[in-house]
């Protein structure tokens, strides 16, 4: 019923920027909140930065002041802008949406197939 479709991944050297986008589509009534995970190597999946349907955001502490969360609420899409990049930013970043279906009475979390990112030095 519900499809996210991340992009934007690939390598890019220490100091860099790469912008991640996630696209919502199917049955959805409304988007609560849109947000990124990440796993890197052998890591458990840590919480990167989220963003309400109200546009407040938040954001780990290790990419406060380097990576914005923005979102696009006409086209459920949400975006990660990613700069000054650091070697230990690599992973697999994660979409996750948590949303309303039509017809539905309670919202539910979704999450994409991962994009990778990787931060050389």
């Known amino acids: 019923q519900v499809q996210l479709v991340e992009s934007g991944g690939g390598l890019v050297q220490a100091g860099g920027s790469l912008r991640l986008s996630c696209a919502a589509s199917?049955?959805?009534?409304?988007?609560?909140?849109m947000g990124w995970y990440r796993q890197a190597p052998g890591k458990q999946r840590e919480f990167v930065a989220a963003?309400?349907?109200?546009?407040?955001?938040n954001y780990a502490d290790s990419v406060k002041g380097r990576f914005t969360i923005s979102a696009d609420n006409a086209k459920n899409t949400v975006y990660l802008q990613m700069n000054s990049l650091k070697p230990e930013d690599t992973a697999v970043y994660y979409c996750?949406?948590?949303?309303?279906?039509?017809?539905?009475?309670?919202?539910?979390?979704?999450w994409g197939k991962g994009t990778l990112v990787t931060v050389s030095s």
């Open positions: 996750n949406v948590d949303l309303l279906l039509w017809g539905a009475d309670h919202t539910e979390d979704y």
């Open positions: 199917g049955s959805i009534f409304s988007v609560n909140a």
């Open positions: 963003i309400t349907g109200g546009g407040v955001t």
